[in-house]
């Protein structure tokens, strides 16, 4: 296994249409993140999936995004009528948990950049 | 309010030179401290993980340190190098609650 891999690494689109990401955790881990990173700040939380599970949604993540896992492997992020303002680094991580409420060791993704027009 | 403030924002050195990049936090109930290294337009890669009982852990050149009683944390780098050039990213993790706060970061030029 190489990594946690997301796709498409770079999109452009125009506003109002629709862009869907994808991400590969790594295969083993139990636990998908996903973050949004805008220009010199650090990632903000959008999501996280434990195994197929939808655990937990930042208010950042408005009802025009969705977010996927549906086998508890890849997981999907989709913004539909996208706006400017979701120009953003779109990160992704997993890590694996094995009890407790530790978050593990979070290995992220090289990002998918998505640019409003 | 759960936070993590980076200081400084930026920093210039030059290569071989050493540096000590600055995390303070106000996260509580505190589980970790983590600090990662992120390449422009890549994404974050882990350096070290520290917990509460924990005061300093290396991993290379790069050396971090915690005082868990006054919430701070630094990472020092040692002879630095020009892929030192990147974003440095201060994470804690709120104890019992799966949740990272991550700090802005701070960009560290290497110059030669």
């Known amino acids: 296994d190489t990594g946690v891999s997301q796709n498409p690494r770079h999109k452009i689109t125009k506003r109002g249409q629709n862009v869907t990401f994808r991400c590969d955790p790594i295969?083993?881990?139990?636990?998908l993140y996903w973050y949004r990173q805008t220009l010199g700040q650090g990632p903000e939380f959008l999501t996280y999936f434990q195994n197929e599970a939808q655990l937990e949604k930042s208010r950042l993540l408005s009802d025009r995004f969705s977010a996927e896992r549906p086998k508890g492997s890849f997981s999907t992020l989709e913004i539909q009528r996208t706006e400017q303002g979701d120009s953003a680094m779109y990160l992704c991580a997993s890590s694996l948990v094995t009890g407790g409420s530790n978050t593990g060791e979070l290995f992220f993704g090289e990002g998918s950049r998505l640019t409003v027009l | 309010k759960n936070q993590v403030e980076q200081s400084p924002q930026s920093l210039i050195i030059l290569e071989g030179k050493n540096c000590t990049l600055q995390?303070?936090?106000?996260?509580?109930?505190?589980?970790?401290l983590r600090w990662y290294k992120q390449d422009t337009g890549r994404g974050p890669v882990s350096l070290t993980i520290m917990t509460f009982s924990e005061n300093t852990k290396s991993n290379g050149r790069y050396t971090a340190t915690l005082d868990a009683d006054t919430k701070q944390s630094s990472l020092h780098i040692t002879a630095s190098q020009l892929s030192d050039s990147a974003s440095y990213i201060c994470v804690v993790s709120e104890g019992g609650y799966n949740k990272l706060i991550f700090g802005a970061g701070t960009r560290l030029a290497v110059h030669p």
């Open positions: 995390c303070n936090y106000t996260v509580s109930p505190f589980s970790n």
């Open positions: 295969s083993e881990h139990n636990r």
